[in-house]
């Protein structure tokens, strides 16, 4: 079975400050893939990344970064030097290899307080 | 423009009101799907397609009907709603490496 948690369900930071965002998942599979999409107030879900479970390297785009990391089966998000155009609701998902279900978190809403 | 397009984007209606939201793709991707977002609960996959004329259920798929008779289309039906299907709906097709691309979203309330 497949479960991601998002413990954090809401935070607020400062602009300028940086954020992490957590997600821990559990599956059975060893092959599997890692997303997070962002669910801005207009409502659409955007991808933002995906990770598969081979990879292990940390990526960085622009001001978000990912920390994927197996051995506590974590893939957390990071936002360097927020701004408010990042207030949203992110949502980290999982799938399987070969499942065709895309199990997502609860979703952490984050505000960038100006 | 690569999208998924959901019609309509809002919509209200009351119980027992036959009502479908209809789901189209244009990136001719194969497998399709369907969720509802709830507060505190994320989202739930409701059917997915693997292609055409190939469905099967997601996590909460009581209520709701569908069918894929087209590659880029998969509409969802709500053959006799009740105010506990009122949700935040959205319709994904998946990529070639694994992710899945959303729909606008539809509002629904079923009074």
């Known amino acids: 079975a497949q479960k991601v948690t998002q413990a954090q369900t809401e935070i607020s930071v400062v602009e300028k400050e940086d954020v992490t965002l957590d997600c821990v998942y559990e599956?059975?599979?060893?092959?599997?893939?890692l997303f997070w999409y962002k669910q801005p107030p207009s409502g659409e879900l955007v991808f933002l990344i995906r990770?598969?479970?081979?990879?292990?390297q940390n990526e960085i785009s622009g001001r978000y970064s990912w920390n994927f990391q197996k051995s506590t089966s974590s893939f957390n998000f990071t936002i360097t030097a927020s701004q408010v155009v990042d207030s949203a609701v992110y949502f980290c998902a999982l799938t399987d290899f070969g499942n065709e279900k895309l199990t997502f978190g609860t979703g952490t809403r984050l505000t960038i307080i100006p | 423009e690569a999208q998924v397009t959901q019609n309509p984007r809002y919509l209200i209606t009351v119980t027992g009101k036959k009502l479908t939201v209809t789901c189209s793709q244009n990136m001719n991707h194969e497998y399709m799907s369907w969720y509802r977002q709830d507060p505190g609960l994320g989202l739930r996959q409701i059917y997915y397609s693997m292609n055409v004329e190939v469905t099967d259920k997601g996590d909460v798929p009581e209520g709701y009907k569908v069918s894929r008779k087209e590659k880029r289309n998969f509409p969802l039906i709500l053959e006799s709603p009740s105010p506990n299907q009122t949700s935040l709906y959205f319709c994904?097709?998946?990529?070639?490496?694994?992710?899945?691309?959303f729909g606008p979203g539809t509002r629904l309330t079923v009074l």
């Open positions: 599956t059975r599979d060893t092959t599997y893939y």
């Open positions: 994904a097709s998946k990529g070639d490496y694994n992710e899945q691309f």
């Open positions: 990770r598969n479970s081979f990879d292990e």
